[in-house]
């Protein structure tokens, strides 16, 4: 579910960071730039694990800014196919089931993924799994076991603004679709909620 990523990049440390110690200026600034970022094609990360390589600082002209150069190690979300989790149902939907963890919301279960005797009731937004002739409701904040079985990435690029609407003095909300999002499944022994087994 986890592992570890190595990322150089060049961290600038400002006049107000002088007064920390370097290695913890150091750490606050990459925290800052990568924890609860998407790296595309890379995963989730979560934070700095250590510092590999530092480069001596050398102070920018006029900014005062010290640029370093560090080579470092993350920690990264990013679970393998097949991967069995636990999460919590955040909502249901007639196209599936979306699942959070504490740290992570884009996991969505698809209504075809879900055990085969399974429906959606419209009416209590609810999906129930009929099981001989026995109602299985997947309820909102249940926490249930899920299969990862492919992942989606978006890229993030920004779009330009719509020349169209540029004459007209209009401004176009872009949809923005999620950077890395999770597929997963429940239609196995042991999977969906935790208590019906």
Excluded at 41 to 51: A, F, N, S, W
Excluded at 57 to 69: P, R, W
Excluded at 96 to 117: A, C, H, Q, S, W
Aim: proline share 5%; glycine share 8%; net charge negative.
């Amino acid at each position: 579910m986890f592992i570890l990523t190595t990322i150089s990049d060049l961290v600038q440390i400002s006049p107000e960071d002088f007064r920390k110690p370097s290695v913890e200026a150091l750490e606050d600034n990459i925290n800052a730039k990568y924890a609860n970022k998407v790296i595309h094609k890379v995963g989730l990360c979560i934070c700095l694990y250590d510092m590999l390589k530092v480069s001596e600082g050398l102070i920018g002209h006029g900014t005062g800014l010290v640029n370093v150069n560090v080579e470092f190690r993350v920690i990264v979300f990013r679970p393998f196919k097949g991967e069995i989790i636990l999460g919590k149902i955040s909502s249901s939907s007639e196209q599936g089931i979306k699942i959070r963890l504490d740290f992570f919301n884009d996991i969505f279960i698809p209504g075809d993924l879900l055990f085969p005797e399974s429906r959606f009731d419209p009416i209590e937004q609810v999906w129930i799994w009929d099981s001989e002739g026995t109602q299985y409701y997947f309820d909102k904040n249940e926490p249930v076991y899920f299969r990862v079985e492919s992942e989606e990435w978006n890229d993030q690029s920004p779009s330009g603004p719509n020349v169209s609407d540029l004459g007209a003095g209009t401004v176009t909300v872009m949809d923005r679709t999620v950077p890395y999002c999770i597929q997963g499944s429940m239609a196995q022994s042991g999977l969906g909620v935790c208590s019906w087994w």
